[in-house]
């Protein structure tokens, strides 16, 4: 069974609030068109929704997956050690160049948030 794309986040500034959408278009080498990323290292984050639910389980708590900040959320792929991997996200291929290292913003979502992502 294929995995499925659950929602879509786009920040528009630097720090700013994850906006939720329903569609977004992709630039080859740019990222998500109007997010703040676009063109650099980042340019797009995929969250893998079963690991979300773990690291809240952990936690003993629940809050909304666009607290991790991150543009893409997929159910039913795994996405640890999947660096140099493609993964087909509708009509487009994203290649998966790395992990993003939860940081300190992690514990302003929850004390000890960052630590149970990182040790994950």
């Known amino acids: ?12 500034a630097k720090r700013g609030l994850m906006e939720a959408t ?7 080498n740019r990222g998500l ?3 703040a990323n676009q063109g650099g290292r980042r340019q797009i984050t995929i969250l893998d ?3 979300w639910a773990q690291h809240m389980a952990m936690l003993g708590t629940t ?3 666009s607290a991790r900040r991150a543009n893409l959320l997929v159910k039913g792929v795994t996405l640890s050690n999947s660096r140099g991997r493609v993964l087909r996200i509708g009509a487009v291929r994203v290649r998966i160049e ?4 939860s940081c300190h913003q992690m514990d302003a979502v929850h ?3 960052q630590a149970v992502m990182r040790n994950d």
């Open 22 to 28: 329903v569609r977004a278009t992709l630039r080859a």
């Open 111 to 113: 004390d000890g948030l």
């Open 98 to 101: 790395g992990e993003t290292k």
């Open 49 to 51: 929704a079963e690991r």
């Open 1 to 12: 069974m294929p995995g499925t794309l659950e929602h879509i986040w786009i920040k528009r």
């Open 33 to 35: 068109v109007g997010n």
């Open 63 to 65: 809050f909304d997956a």
